[in-house]
């Protein structure tokens, strides 16, 4: 059974940052790709960031892109994501996730299992 553990949410002021830990375990985490995304109050989920298996490529979406930065050490079955310059507009409660199979996309639907999420508030 996959597992997936957020921490590193919490209260900043615009501008400030903060970095999200996600912790895998129940299969060989090398072996799939691993994703950010987010849902704010009266949102729907929405897209952030996704690394490849073996961390060489990743993606962002466009409100994100300069500012955040996913990485993953598969040593230690963990992905981070390190966000800097944020916004009121950030504000979310903030999901780790990962694709059922090694083939995978940018949708939320793409992915197949969730972590309990981690909330993430910017102050004006």
């Known amino acids: 059974?996959?597992?997936l553990v957020e921490s590193g949410g919490g209260l900043v002021q615009a501008g400030g940052s903060l970095r999200l830990s996600c912790t895998a375990s129940g299969r060989t985490f090398s072996s799939y790709a691993m994703g950010w995304l987010r849902?704010?109050?009266?949102?729907?989920?929405?897209?952030?960031?996704?690394i490849s298996r073996s961390g060489g490529s990743t993606y962002y979406a466009d409100s994100v892109?300069?500012?955040f930065t996913i990485s993953r050490d598969n040593a230690k079955n963990t992905v981070y994501l390190?966000?800097?310059?944020?916004?009121?507009?950030?504000?979310?409660?903030?999901y780790c996730a990962t694709p059922r199979t090694v083939v995978f996309g940018t949708s939320p639907d793409d992915?197949?299992?969730w972590g309990q999420g981690t909330q993430v508030t910017v102050s004006s």
């Open 82 to 94: 390190q966000m800097n310059s944020l916004k009121p507009e950030d504000t979310a409660v903030y």
């Open 65 to 67: 892109n300069g500012r």
């Open 39 to 50: 849902q704010a109050p009266g949102k729907e989920r929405e897209f952030v960031a996704a």
């Open 111 to 113: 992915f197949g299992y």
């Open 1 to 3: 059974q996959v597992q």
